[in-house]
């Protein structure tokens, strides 16, 4: 596709589109498929995937800030979990884009809350196998783009890379792919 703008757009196969669908595709649930990944191959909507960060060397996974939070309301009869995103991310490639609906996130899962008791579970923190990639749509409340970035001094909008704050994004089961 070399140095085509519209090589990649023509074939479907821009970044960060390709890596997302292949994570959907091999680890999303068949719920996450229809509604994520089959709108992505068929080339109606875009999507971007967050990891970097400011102020960490987060191309080091092991160096994330943004926390995934579980929090499980226990009933009598049943329990509801649900989970909450914090954290700032930038350069995400694809966040500026006007067609991107969805992001890949990598998080770092913290200690489960139980609601109902209003007790955090004791977490040994670990550098490694912490992580959590969830899928989240871009008009979630708390969702923000920031601002765009330029890239090696270049501006690539409004389809480029963003600075992304997670601000209490709250969703079920539904938003989990990979879970560390």
């Known amino acids: 596709m070399g140095r085509s703008f519209l090589a990649p757009v023509a074939c479907n196969c ?5 890596g997302n669908m292949e994570v959907l595709l091999r ?7 229809e509604r ?3 709108p992505l191959l068929e080339g109606r909507m875009r999507s971007c995937f967050l990891m970097t960060e ?7 996974a092991t160096n994330i800030e943004t926390t995934l939070t579980k929090t499980t309301t226990t009933t009598t009869t049943s329990g509801v ?9 930038w350069w995400s490639t694809g966040a500026m884009d006007p067609r991107c609906r969805v992001a890949l996130v990598l998080a770092r899962t913290a ?3 139980d609601v ?3 007790k955090q579970q004791q977490q040994q923190q670990r550098r490694h196998g912490a992580h959590t990639v969830c899928v989240i749509p871009m008009n979630s409340p708390g969702v ?3 601002r765009p970035l330029t890239v090696f001094g270049y501006d690539d909008a409004p389809h480029g890379h963003a600075e992304v704050v997670l601000d209490g994004v709250t969703f079920g089961e539904e938003g989990i792919v990979l879970d560390g």
């Open 36 to 38: 994520y990944l089959k």
């Open 144 to 146: 923000k783009l920031v």
């Open 27 to 33: 680890h999303g649930t068949p719920e996450q498929q």
């Open 116 to 118: 109902s008791s209003g």
């Open 111 to 113: 200690a489960p809350v």
């Open 81 to 89: 979990t649900r989970y909450e995103l914090n954290g700032r991310k």
């Open 14 to 18: 821009s970044a960060p589109d390709t």
């Open 54 to 60: 400011p102020g960490v060397a987060s191309s080091d």
